[in-house]
């Protein structure tokens, strides 16, 4: 097996990852944020949300297309993300990585 | 539906990267519009301000921290805290490297404590006393008004009733204007009798003070006349002890000297007057004493009205004044009134010691701040390679310096915190060994640790680190780079700028030490001379109490002298009391007043004013206090009201007014009427004002005989002088028993014994120069060990050229010689600039020298060797250790 770097994302950056990929073609910023609150329950502020992606689109995990403006919007676009292949391959990665680190835990830990 | 307020978010926009922007500003405005609709357009539009102002937030810091790519981070909230990280990276290397040295350390620290904790607790107390504003609302209008009478040299006396009715009655410069003395009552009725200490004021005195009792009412005016001033208004603090704080006792009576008073009202607690009394009560004057304008008992307070000023008040009153002395030219030619503020009347001459304290603390912080600065230049030249690498690698030298200031502002405050408890532990022990006249300053009840003092310490603290860290923190970062990196193995000094800087530090400390130890030599010569001072009697095993017969039981003389002469029966009667006496003013005691004095069938030709001090006294008061006669003879039992008026007077004014001649025989008047008595007698000085002041003339008088100018005033009001060959402290009881014995209702003063009273007089003097000697002490210490240390380190630097001497053949003399030259040198331009300095500020000191003048070359040879002995010591042990350099060692 390939050495595994379970660094190469952050928690948070994988966090937003999965989320977009949950949403699939309607991954903005607005429901990335209303996603992540609704599975973990954790409320993030706004800046973080656009700063991670932002970044991750520069580490070339994300890439990103400004739709047409909208009257919703005061007649501004949206940013949509998806991920490119090296986001799924990283997350991959860090899953194996984070399922070979949880096996035989189960009794340490309990049914978690 | 309308599009969402655009000012927020193009004001917004700015502050987002601009790919970024129309997606951000879309994604806000759709969330605004959404929540508009459900909760409302002010919660939606609070919302939207909010939320723009953190996302601006966000990326501004984003931007200022990490630029773009952003690295990884967690959210945004530790980026915003990025402005405090370089600075919090500077205090945790600084304490890193502080942590790496703690002998370095502990030394800087302890140094900058002692230098300020002392200017802490000092400064504490100077604040107190001289700067922050007396307790009373508007105390700047409050002023003290005395009475000048040039002619005597007295710049401030007490006042004359006459002049001040006068006064109060013309003056228009002036809210309120009152008269005071202190007085003292016997409590009796409420539990045990006490002796209570009180103040008689005018009305209006309270008005003066700005001060409103706290229940019941102020004096009227009426209650100022004799025989309706039967009233009294009770301090809180008293009337908490004596009556358990009980509200029903406004309206009560209460009995002092056996007279009935009634409570009118009690004082707010936060009520403060220098004496500290328990109660106030009128000052009645009868007609007669109204009238009085030779005689000076008064003090005077006013509040001067806010619309004029300090100037125009002063003016208006000394116009006053010399109206007055034109139109009684017999008692006022050369009096007038002088105006000061009461602060300024209360301090006193305590202020130039307080002064001289705070300028000599002063001193030690700057010699602390300089051991410090010799100290971090040491170990700057130890850092200089890790600086020259920084350096090259591009560190800013701007960077550099912000790195070493931040290190010496972490040691600044780190000295400033254990300084403060240096001075907090100070003060408390300052506060026990204060003597009694301190007790009297404001704001000295109060002394402690407070926000004020905490304030100046903190800021003393950064300011000494700005002191001592800039120089070093220059002086290290200017480094020619390539040379220090290559210089390496041939022991880098520093450079010659670093070695001229610590010389010259070392130089400083040396200077600012000297002119400590002259001020603390000067002072210490004076406190020896001044105890040297005989008094001009013995004061040991000698007791003192004041007695003030009330006028009521003894409105004439004879029963005075009988009471006294019943209590001197029964004091000679107890074992261990050897002689007894009265006098009406015993030394030290402050009291006292002058007199014109007449020589029949002759005038004096004296540039002062023919003047002496009367005394009244007992026969037996010359023997009892061991005043030596010089000529002539003594009073006896016979020298009683139907003997020729007789009167012995002191060497002083034999001196004075009869030189070359025998005044024996001579007859002299005092005061008016003129009423002539013989000189019987010449008996010694009694320095009876202080041990600093020079014997006045004075004229004794026996008790029985008449005696006119102030009734029988003088002769009610005297003090027991009692001789003991037994315990000093045991004659209270005794001389207790001996009063009520006589007359039960009579209380008996404070009993004390002369020579506490002539410690007492000095104590002012003797913590002046303990605390000097101490800065003293303290800034030799540090000089010696900066001396100590700059020597250790070049000894250090030079290690390898004295290899190299020795090898080629120098001896050990010659080489410790060569290390004292360069030592000597900074030693004797220490001191040759520190007696430079001295001499210039040692005028500030004039006042408070006895004997000793301000440039007295004794002291500062005196001090200039002491100091050249200890800078030696510091100097000889590093030095030596070069001498047993082995060159071999030194050179590999």
Same mark, same amino acid.
């Given at each position: 097996?390939?050495?595994?770097?379970?660094?190469?994302?952050?928690?948070?950056?994988?966090?937003?990852?999965?989320?977009?990929?949950?949403?699939?073609?309607?991954?903005?910023?607005?429901?990335?944020?209303?996603?992540?609150?609704?599975?973990?329950?954790?409320?993030?502020?706004?800046?973080?949300?656009?700063?991670?992606?932002?970044?991750?689109?520069?580490?070339?995990?994300?890439?990103?297309?400004?739709?047409?403006?909208?009257?919703?919007?005061?007649?501004?676009?949206?940013?949509?993300?998806?991920?490119?292949?090296?986001?799924?391959?990283?997350?991959?990665?860090?899953?194996?990585?984070?399922?070979?680190?949880?096996?035989?835990?189960?009794?340490?830990?309990?049914?978690? | 539906?309308?599009?969402?307020?655009?000012?927020?978010?193009?004001?917004?926009?700015?502050?987002?990267?601009?790919?970024?922007?129309?997606?951000?500003?879309?994604?806000?405005?759709?969330?605004?519009?959404?929540?508009?609709?459900?909760?409302?357009?002010?919660?939606?539009?609070?919302?939207?301000?909010?939320?723009?102002?953190?996302?601006?937030?966000?990326?501004?810091?984003?931007?200022?921290?990490?630029?773009?790519?952003?690295?990884?981070?967690?959210?945004?909230?530790?980026?915003?805290?990025?402005?405090?990280?370089?600075?919090?990276?500077?205090?945790?290397?600084?304490?890193?490297?502080?942590?790496?040295?703690?002998?370095?350390?502990?030394?800087?620290?302890?140094?900058?404590?002692?230098?300020?904790?002392?200017?802490?607790?000092?400064?504490?107390?100077?604040?107190?006393?001289?700067?922050?504003?007396?307790?009373?609302?508007?105390?700047?209008?409050?002023?003290?008004?005395?009475?000048?009478?040039?002619?005597?040299?007295?710049?401030?006396?007490?006042?004359?009733?006459?002049?001040?009715?006068?006064?109060?009655?013309?003056?228009?410069?002036?809210?309120?204007?009152?008269?005071?003395?202190?007085?003292?009552?016997?409590?009796?009725?409420?539990?045990?009798?006490?002796?209570?200490?009180?103040?008689?004021?005018?009305?209006?005195?309270?008005?003066?003070?700005?001060?409103?009792?706290?229940?019941?009412?102020?004096?009227?005016?009426?209650?100022?006349?004799?025989?309706?001033?039967?009233?009294?208004?009770?301090?809180?603090?008293?009337?908490?002890?004596?009556?358990?704080?009980?509200?029903?006792?406004?309206?009560?009576?209460?009995?002092?000297?056996?007279?009935?008073?009634?409570?009118?009202?009690?004082?707010?607690?936060?009520?403060?007057?220098?004496?500290?009394?328990?109660?106030?009560?009128?000052?009645?004057?009868?007609?007669?004493?109204?009238?009085?304008?030779?005689?000076?008992?008064?003090?005077?307070?006013?509040?001067?009205?806010?619309?004029?000023?300090?100037?125009?008040?002063?003016?208006?009153?000394?116009?006053?004044?010399?109206?007055?002395?034109?139109?009684?030219?017999?008692?006022?030619?050369?009096?007038?009134?002088?105006?000061?503020?009461?602060?300024?009347?209360?301090?006193?001459?305590?202020?130039?010691?307080?002064?001289?304290?705070?300028?000599?603390?002063?001193?030690?912080?700057?010699?602390?701040?300089?051991?410090?600065?010799?100290?971090?230049?040491?170990?700057?030249?130890?850092?200089?390679?890790?600086?020259?690498?920084?350096?090259?690698?591009?560190?800013?030298?701007?960077?550099?310096?912000?790195?070493?200031?931040?290190?010496?502002?972490?040691?600044?405050?780190?000295?400033?915190?254990?300084?403060?408890?240096?001075?907090?532990?100070?003060?408390?022990?300052?506060?026990?060994?204060?003597?009694?006249?301190?007790?009297?300053?404001?704001?000295?009840?109060?002394?402690?640790?407070?926000?004020?003092?905490?304030?100046?310490?903190?800021?003393?603290?950064?300011?000494?680190?700005?002191?001592?860290?800039?120089?070093?923190?220059?002086?290290?970062?200017?480094?020619?780079?390539?040379?220090?990196?290559?210089?390496?193995?041939?022991?880098?000094?520093?450079?010659?700028?670093?070695?001229?800087?610590?010389?010259?530090?070392?130089?400083?400390?040396?200077?600012?030490?000297?002119?400590?130890?002259?001020?603390?030599?000067?002072?210490?010569?004076?406190?020896?001379?001044?105890?040297?001072?005989?008094?001009?009697?013995?004061?040991?095993?000698?007791?003192?109490?004041?007695?003030?017969?009330?006028?009521?039981?003894?409105?004439?003389?004879?029963?005075?002298?009988?009471?006294?002469?019943?209590?001197?029966?029964?004091?000679?009667?107890?074992?261990?009391?050897?002689?007894?006496?009265?006098?009406?003013?015993?030394?030290?005691?402050?009291?006292?007043?002058?007199?014109?004095?007449?020589?029949?069938?002759?005038?004096?030709?004296?540039?002062?004013?023919?003047?002496?001090?009367?005394?009244?006294?007992?026969?037996?008061? @010359?023997?009892?206090? %061991?005043?030596? *006669? #010089? +000529? =002539?003879?003594?009073?006896?039992? &016979?020298?009683? !009201? /139907? $003997?020729?008026?007789?009167?012995?007077?002191?060497?002083?004014?034999?001196?004075?007014?009869?030189?070359?001649?025998?005044?024996?025989?001579?007859?002299?008047?005092?005061?008016?009427?003129?009423?002539?008595?013989?000189?019987?007698?010449?008996?010694?000085?009694?320095?009876?004002?202080?041990?600093?002041?020079?014997?006045?003339?004075?004229?004794?008088?026996?008790?029985?005989?008449? @005696?006119?100018?102030? %009734?029988?005033? *003088? #002769? +009610? =009001?005297?003090?027991?002088?009692? &001789?003991?060959? !037994? /315990? $000093?402290?045991?004659?209270?009881?005794?001389?207790?028993?001996?009063?009520?014995?006589?007359?039960?209702?009579?209380?008996?003063?404070?009993?004390?014994?002369?020579?506490?009273?002539?410690?007492?007089?000095?104590?002012?003097?003797?913590?002046?120069?303990?605390?000097?000697?101490?800065?003293?002490?303290?800034?030799?210490?540090?000089?010696?060990?900066?001396?100590?240390?700059?020597?250790?380190?070049?000894?250090?630097?030079?290690?390898?050229?004295?290899?190299?001497?020795?090898?080629?053949?120098?001896?050990? $003399?010659?080489?410790?010689?060569?290390?004292?030259?360069?030592?000597?040198?900074?030693?004797?331009?220490?001191?040759?600039?520190?007696?430079?300095?001295?001499?210039?500020?040692?005028?500030?000191?004039?006042?408070?020298?006895?004997?000793?003048?301000?440039?007295?070359?004794?002291?500062?040879?005196?001090?200039?060797?002491?100091?050249?002995?200890?800078?030696?010591?510091?100097?000889?042990?590093?030095?030596?250790?070069?001498?047993?350099?082995?060159?071999?060692?030194?050179?590999?």
């Amino acid at each position: 097996m390939a050495p595994v770097d379970v660094s190469a994302l952050g928690e948070f950056e994988q966090v937003v990852l999965l989320s977009i990929l949950r949403l699939g073609d309607e991954a903005y910023a607005v429901s990335i944020r209303d996603e992540l609150a609704r599975c973990t329950g954790r409320e993030v502020s706004r800046g973080s949300i656009y700063i991670t992606l932002d970044r991750l689109e520069t580490k070339g995990y994300l890439k990103s297309r400004l739709a047409d403006p909208t009257p919703e919007r005061g007649g501004r676009a949206k940013r949509y993300y998806t991920l490119r292949p090296r986001a799924v391959e990283a997350l991959k990665d860090s899953r194996r990585a984070l399922v070979a680190l949880w096996r035989g835990l189960e009794r340490v830990l309990g049914q978690a | 539906m309308t599009p969402g307020p655009p000012i927020v978010l193009r004001f917004f926009a700015r502050f987002v990267p601009s790919d970024l922007r129309e997606p951000i500003t879309g994604d806000l405005t759709e969330e605004y519009l959404e929540m508009r609709d459900r909760r409302g357009p002010a919660r939606a539009t609070l919302w939207l301000w909010g939320q723009a102002a953190r996302l601006a937030l966000t990326f501004r810091w984003e931007r200022a921290a990490h630029g773009r790519p952003l690295p990884p981070i967690g959210d945004e909230l530790r980026s915003m805290s990025h402005m405090w990280d370089s600075l919090r990276q500077d205090i945790a290397f600084g304490v890193r490297m502080l942590r790496r040295q703690p002998g370095f350390t502990v030394v800087a620290v302890i140094a900058l404590a002692l230098g300020i904790g002392a200017n802490t607790a000092i400064f504490s107390v100077v604040d107190a006393v001289l700067w922050r504003s007396l307790p009373y609302p508007g105390a700047d209008e409050i002023v003290s008004i005395g009475e000048q009478r040039t002619r005597e040299g007295r710049l401030s006396g007490p006042v004359s009733p006459a002049d001040f009715f006068d006064w109060r009655r013309e003056g228009r410069s002036f809210r309120a204007m009152a008269a005071y003395t202190e007085t003292a009552v016997n409590l009796t009725g409420v539990g045990e009798p006490e002796r209570l200490r009180g103040l008689s004021v005018s009305p209006g005195f309270l008005d003066v003070l700005g001060v409103h009792p706290a229940q019941g009412r102020d004096f009227r005016t009426e209650e100022e006349t004799d025989g309706r001033d039967r009233v009294v208004l009770l301090t809180d603090a008293f009337w908490r002890r004596r009556f358990g704080a009980d509200p029903a006792v406004v309206g009560r009576a209460v009995s002092f000297n056996g007279n009935p008073y009634e409570v009118i009202g009690i004082l707010p607690a936060a009520f403060w007057w220098p004496t500290r009394p328990d109660m106030i009560v009128p000052l009645a004057l009868d007609d007669h004493d109204r009238t009085l304008r030779a005689a000076h008992f008064l003090d005077v307070v006013a509040r001067r009205r806010p619309d004029v000023p300090f100037s125009q008040a002063r003016e208006e009153l000394s116009l006053i004044g010399a109206r007055l002395s034109s139109t009684y030219p017999e008692e006022n030619t050369g009096h007038g009134p002088n105006l000061r503020p009461l602060r300024q009347a209360l301090v006193g001459d305590m202020r130039t010691a307080l002064l001289v304290l705070l300028g000599a603390v002063g001193l030690v912080l700057l010699i602390a701040c300089a051991n410090v600065a010799t100290l971090l230049l040491a170990r700057a030249t130890s850092r200089q390679k890790e600086l020259a690498v920084r350096m090259a690698v591009g560190g800013a030298r701007i960077r550099l310096v912000q790195q070493l200031l931040t290190e010496s502002l972490v040691l600044a405050l780190a000295g400033g915190c254990a300084g403060l408890l240096l001075a907090a532990w100070g003060m408390a022990g300052l506060r026990h060994v204060l003597p009694a006249q301190f007790a009297a300053l404001p704001g000295i009840d109060q002394l402690g640790v407070d926000t004020r003092v905490l304030l100046s310490s903190l800021v003393l603290s950064l300011l000494t680190g700005a002191v001592f860290g800039v120089a070093p923190a220059l002086v290290a970062s200017d480094q020619r780079v390539g040379a220090t990196l290559s210089e390496e193995t041939r022991g880098a000094s520093g450079g010659a700028k670093g070695r001229r800087m610590r010389s010259a530090l070392v130089v400083a400390e040396l200077a600012l030490s000297l002119v400590l130890l002259v001020g603390a030599g000067l002072l210490m010569v004076s406190f020896r001379n001044l105890t040297e001072v005989s008094p001009g009697f013995r004061p040991q095993q000698l007791v003192t109490t004041r007695l003030t017969l009330p006028y009521s039981r003894y409105a004439d003389r004879p029963r005075a002298v009988a009471f006294y002469n019943a209590v001197f029966d029964r004091l000679r009667a107890v074992p261990g009391v050897d002689r007894v006496a009265a006098t009406s003013a015993p030394p030290f005691s402050g009291l006292g007043g002058r007199l014109n004095l007449e020589i029949e069938h002759r005038s004096v030709e004296s540039p002062l004013p023919v003047r002496a001090h009367p005394r009244i006294v007992s026969p037996d008061y @010359f023997a009892t206090m %061991g005043v030596p *006669l #010089v +000529r =002539g003879r003594v009073f006896t039992d &016979r020298d009683n !009201a /139907d $003997a020729p008026d007789v009167v012995v007077i002191n060497e002083a004014a034999a001196r004075s007014f009869w030189p070359g001649d025998d005044p024996i025989g001579d007859r002299i008047s005092l005061g008016d009427p003129v009423r002539w008595m013989e000189i019987v007698g010449i008996v010694g000085d009694i320095r009876h004002e202080g041990l600093d002041a020079e014997a006045n003339p004075e004229a004794y008088m026996p008790f029985q005989q008449g @005696f006119v100018a102030f %009734g029988t005033g *003088l #002769v +009610r =009001g005297m003090s027991l002088v009692v &001789r003991t060959s !037994a /315990d $000093a402290s045991a004659m209270a009881p005794i001389i207790r028993t001996a009063v009520a014995g006589v007359d039960d209702q009579q209380p008996v003063g404070l009993i004390r014994p002369m020579d506490a009273l002539i410690a007492q007089s000095v104590a002012p003097r003797r913590l002046n120069l303990l605390l000097l000697s101490a800065f003293a002490i303290v800034a030799v210490v540090l000089t010696a060990s900066g001396l100590y240390g700059v020597m250790a380190y070049l000894v250090t630097q030079r290690t390898r050229e004295i290899g190299v001497r020795m090898a080629l053949g120098a001896s050990r $003399a010659s080489v410790l010689a060569l290390m004292l030259r360069q030592a000597g040198a900074m030693t004797l331009t220490g001191i040759g600039v520190g007696l430079v300095g001295a001499y210039a500020l040692a005028r500030y000191l004039s006042s408070l020298l006895f004997g000793v003048s301000a440039s007295d070359p004794t002291v500062y040879l005196a001090v200039s060797a002491l100091l050249a002995a200890v800078a030696f010591a510091a100097i000889v042990i590093p030095s030596s250790r070069a001498t047993r350099v082995d060159p071999l060692s030194a050179l590999r």
